[in-house]
Each structure stands twice: as structure tokens, then as C-alpha cells.
């Protein structure tokens, strides 16, 4: 009988779209919401609607990764995507764990969509604190283990914060209300990638 494999590959491999113009959006996932899933999926829409190519990570973060570790890993998975882009790579946008790309884009000076950030996590907040380049947050005020009102709002961006809306930015028991929601915030990304010159 096979043995299973150790450590086995449960996401393909990273896709990428090309929007024409040689920019690239690097697009960085949550630790369970994959770039299929509805935020990133039209994220990856509006991007190229606007001209951007578009690169997905696939990742499956390892089992009992702690939150010290999460954001080196990360970063380590996003440094190896904008270096493989041999510069083009100007956006990232990033759900939940991606968002602790944040000091990243920070240093770099790199512009941002960051899709329910962990800004109760010091290192995200204090990096987009310090961020000067253009970004859009998106949140939901239902979302209170990581999404902080009154940090949103202290910070030099765009912000755009959804009522009664969860992690997944979607409202619990109402899907109508979640679909809302989520036009909500693709109008956002629309919008902010239209004001971008990068």
C-alpha cells in the first residue's frame, strides 16, 4: 500500500494573467481563503480591467504556523514573487495573512489593496502607519478580532469599512446583504485602481 505523500500540494501552482501593460499585481491570500474565493476573485478582475497583470499565490500556510512566524512567512513567499518579476511587480493586494505583506509594501513603497488587514496585529498596523505610498482598506466592523475601528481611522488612507460585515466581509445569515457588500468593495478597488499612477 502507497504511503501518503508527506507534505502534499493541495493549491496549483501560482497563476498569473496578463493584462498587457507589463504592471504587476501580485495578489497574496488568506490562510484559508484562496484567490478563488469571491474578494480576491474579482480583485483579480478589476486588476485586469485596469490594465494590470495579475500573479495569484497558492499557498497552504503550515500546520501550527504562529503569529511570530506568519509574518516572516509571508514575507518570504511575497519576496520571492516580486523577484521573479524582475521589477514589474508595482501593487500588491493582499486578504487577512496576506496583509502581513504590509512592511513590505511599506519599504518598498509600493501601493496597496489590503482586504480585511489584521490591524490589531502591531507589525501590520504600524507598517501602514508608516506607508506612504497609495492604499485602500477594506473592513467590516463585525470583524472584531482583527479590524480596529479607530486604527482604520487613524491611518493616511482610503478606508472603506462595511457595516455588520465579518472576515470574509460578507454578513452573516443575509446573503443578499453580503452580495452588497462585496460590490461594495470591487467599486472600491475599480475606483482606487483608476486614481493609481504607478
Do not use: N
Not at 497563476?15 to 491570500?29: I, Q, W
Not at 493582499?94 to 511599506?106: I, Q
Not at 472603506?160 to 468593495?185: K, M, Q, Y
Request: aromatic letters at 6%; glycine letters at 10%; a negative charge.
Amino acid at each position: 500500500m502507497r504511503e501518503p505523500d508527506a507534505d502534499p500540494v493541495r493549491f496549483p501552482a501560482p497563476t498569473r494573467y496578463e493584462g498587457g501593460s507589463g504592471r504587476v499585481a501580485l495578489v497574496l491570500p488568506g490562510m484559508g481563503y484562496s484567490p478563488a474565493r469571491p474578494l480576491l476573485h474579482f480583485a483579480r478582475a478589476a486588476l485586469l480591467a485596469a490594465g494590470w497583470t495579475v500573479r495569484e499565490l497558492w499557498w497552504q500556510a503550515p500546520d501550527g504556523l504562529s503569529p511570530a512566524r506568519s509574518a516572516a512567512w509571508v514575507r518570504e513567499r511575497a519576496e520571492e514573487a516580486i523577484a521573479a518579476e524582475d521589477g514589474a511587480c508595482g501593487l500588491l493586494v493582499g486578504k487577512s495573512l496576506g496583509t502581513m505583506a504590509a512592511p513590505l509594501a511599506t519599504e518598498r513603497g509600493l501601493p496597496a489593496i489590503w482586504l480585511t488587514p489584521l490591524l490589531r496585529d502591531s507589525g501590520v498596523s504600524a507598517a501602514l502607519a508608516g506607508a506612504t505610498a497609495p492604499a485602500l482598506l477594506i473592513g467590516g466592523t463585525a470583524d472584531e478580532r482583527w479590524w480596529d475601528p479607530a486604527i482604520a481611522a487613524s491611518l493616511p488612507h482610503q478606508v472603506v469599512e462595511i457595516p455588520g460585515a465579518d472576515h470574509a466581509l460578507e454578513l452573516p445569515g443575509d446573503p443578499a446583504g453580503s452580495v452588497l457588500a462585496l460590490h461594495r468593495a470591487v467599486t472600491a478597488m475599480e475606483t482606487f485602481l483608476g486614481r493609481l499612477r504607478v
